[in-house]
């Protein structure tokens, strides 16, 4: 059954600490995603990457780090550095990078992270 | 600049009555468009995309969209509203050239009542 899984569900960070967000695809795309979601705002892009080993900046990477070492994951980290990370997080995966325009990206079930 | 806008934060329809949701972009090349669908604290979803093909999409669900350029909209329609069909829903606008350019729109969330 193939897809895209990301964990935990939900995720409570205490002020200071940086915390991971996992996302596994067994799509076997090249390209991976990670935005987040406000109320309001639709989704913003974090971070992407198109290959192993090779991820780039979105709108809003401050505060934000990625590693991409195998093809079927991207993890996300949210530092101490990001003042605000309350927000839904979500991934996705798509064939190949989108420079047309035209691949459809699949995406996880989300990871809400609280900051208490 | 390229931009997606949807002209309604809120949309609310009876079961079994149609649904128009409202997108209009703007962008300076041909862009492929999608409508995606959010369940809540759920990921999305494709509904249907338009890459240059037939104006008129056919997506899951009953749901279609029209691509109308000289107008720059991609409204997304239904005949008849389902319970299940309460969620929110994106526009949004893939556009080509080097690196990566999508664009979200706000969303609109769709009511439906019985």
């Known amino acids: 059954d193939g897809g895209i899984t990301q964990s935990p569900k939900y995720l409570f960070r205490k002020e200071g600490q940086n915390v991971t967000l996992s996302c596994e695809q067994n799509l076997n795309h090249d390209a991976m995603y990670w935005y987040r979601q406000d109320p309001g705002q639709g989704l913003r892009l974090i971070y992407y990457?198109?290959?192993?080993?090779?991820?780039q900046k979105g709108d809003i990477a401050e505060g934000y780090s990625v590693s991409r070492e195998k093809k079927e994951s991207f993890p996300l980290t949210v530092t101490s550095a990001q003042k605000n990370p309350t927000a839904f997080y979500l991934c996705?995966?798509?064939?190949?990078?989108?420079?047309?325009?035209?691949?459809?990206?699949?995406f996880g079930p989300g990871t809400r992270l609280t900051v208490l | 600049a390229q931009s997606v806008t949807q002209l309604d934060s809120h949309v609310s329809v009876s079961e079994g009555t149609p649904v128009l949701l409202r997108c209009n972009y703007s962008s300076s090349y041909s862009p492929s468009l999608f409508w995606y669908v959010q369940h809540p604290n759920k990921g999305l979803q494709l509904l249907l995309k338009y890459t240059s093909a037939a104006t008129l999409v056919k997506g899951i669900n009953g749901f279609e969209a029209e691509f109308k350029k000289s107008e720059t909209s991609f409204h997304l329609t239904k005949p008849s509203a389902h319970m299940s069909d309460a969620a929110e829903y994106f526009c949004?606008?893939?556009?080509?050239?080097?690196?990566?350019?999508?664009?979200f729109g706000a969303g609109t969330r769709l009511f439906v009542k019985a």
């Open positions: 990457s198109q290959i192993v080993n090779d991820f």
């Open positions: 996705a995966s798509s064939l190949e990078l989108a420079i047309t325009g035209a691949d459809t990206q699949y």
């Open positions: 949004v606008v893939g556009l080509p050239g080097g690196g990566f350019k999508t664009i």
